[in-house]
């Protein structure tokens, strides 16, 4: 198969033999950006899902003071969260704009990878650039890319007793072999799918509740803008997924996640 063929292989449907997910990434919205409209379809069914964020988002915007943003965007994220059915968001408080790649990070995802105990794991494209599986897009954040990372290690970290031994000794953390799947979405090489048709609509409300964040990000029309975001998304991965309106991800399986 030529590298061009390989790129426009049909995705796979996202695995759905799970119960309970556990949701990482930087900032407020980025889940609302990225992979909202699969989460909702997914608390319909009566899965459970868990949002952990590393930062309250209280860089993002100039206008405002980060300790008033901080609360601001939290109250938004906590907001947008229940739109799509998601009731637990918990924050890290790393500094916006500034978060490290590091055992710090990895060992508070692993401890909330224990806790929660998810089967799924969903974070936020790792990688330099978005768009262009061969390079060129736009740069991504440097704290996209930390936690992203950081995200797929706590996976094996979370499961290995020997590696961060003070979540136990300290917090009562037992080890946690059981994530089966890491799930990274905005990814510039995505292998599954999941259906962006029944939580498309929520997604657009659920996007549309960081409402400080978007007025300053564009002059358009709030909803104009969201739902032209979106949609226009779902419906580019939808030419590899027999047509259907599609939110896509990179997914690593539990055998390409090594434990040590």
């Not at 949701?23 to 949002?51: F, K, N, Q, S």
């Not at 978060?99 to 508070?108: I, K, Q, W």
């Not at 262009?132 to 499961?159: I, M």
């Amino acid at each position: 198969m030529t590298e061009q063929t390989d790129q426009q292989a049909l995705l796979q449907p996202m695995p759905t033999d799970w119960t309970r997910a556990l949701a990482v990434v930087a900032h407020p919205d980025d889940l609302e950006y990225g992979c909202a409209a699969a989460i909702a379809d997914w608390t319909d069914g009566g899965r459970e899902v868990v949002y952990l964020l590393a930062t309250r988002g209280e860089a993002g915007i100039d206008s405002i003071a980060p300790d008033a943003c901080g609360p601001l965007r939290e109250a938004e994220q906590r907001a947008s969260a229940a739109v799509v059915g998601v009731s637990e968001v918990e924050f890290l408080d790393y500094r916006d704009g500034v978060v490290e790649y590091g055992l710090d990070l990895r060992r508070d995802i692993a401890a909330a990878i224990r806790r929660h105990r998810p089967e799924l794991l969903i974070t936020l494209n790792h990688r330099d650039t978005w768009g262009g599986a061969q390079g060129g897009g736009f740069w991504n954040t440097p704290d996209h890319k930390a936690v992203g990372r950081a995200t797929l290690d706590a996976a094996g970290d979370a499961g290995n007793r020997w590696i961060f031994t003070e979540l136990l000794s300290e917090q009562g953390l037992e080890p946690w072999n059981g994530v089966r799947w890491v799930a990274v979405a905005g990814s510039n090489t995505p292998t599954h799918a999941a259906d962006a048709g029944p939580g498309l609509e929520r997604s657009v409300k659920s996007l549309l509740e960081h409402k400080a964040y978007i007025e300053v990000l564009t002059d358009q029309d709030p909803e104009e803008y969201v739902r032209t975001f979106l949609t226009g998304n779902v419906r580019q991965a939808a030419v590899r997924f027999g047509g259907r309106p599609a939110v896509p991800f990179e997914v690593f399986p539990a055998d390409r996640i090594p434990l040590v």
